[in-house]
């Protein structure tokens, strides 16, 4: 999984993946940043998903990952959803 991105359209076959294999959140949330900058001009706001597929690291204590308000005003603008899917 880690990063699923698609449209809750119906009938859109619209998807796609980042960070196929990585799992933790630090490295996960610049690649999703780093995705909507890049694409939130060429989508129109619709009904979109970005599902974050996460382990917790061994030895976190705490802190983390933060998604900035850019970020998270661009996904608002999409009416993009942000799942956080936590997995053993």
Request: net charge positive; with cysteine.
């Amino acid at each position: 999984m880690p990063i699923s991105i698609y449209s809750e359209a119906k009938h859109s076959p619209w998807k796609m993946s980042r960070c196929e294999s990585e799992w933790e959140l630090p490295k996960q949330v610049p690649a999703l940043e780093a995705w909507v900058k890049k694409n939130k001009k060429k989508l129109k706001p619709g009904r979109y998903v970005a599902d974050i597929g996460f382990k917790v690291r061994k030895g976190a204590g705490g802190g983390g990952s933060a998604i900035s308000p850019k970020t998270l005003q661009a996904m608002a603008d999409l009416k993009m959803s942000l799942f956080l899917s936590e997995y053993r």
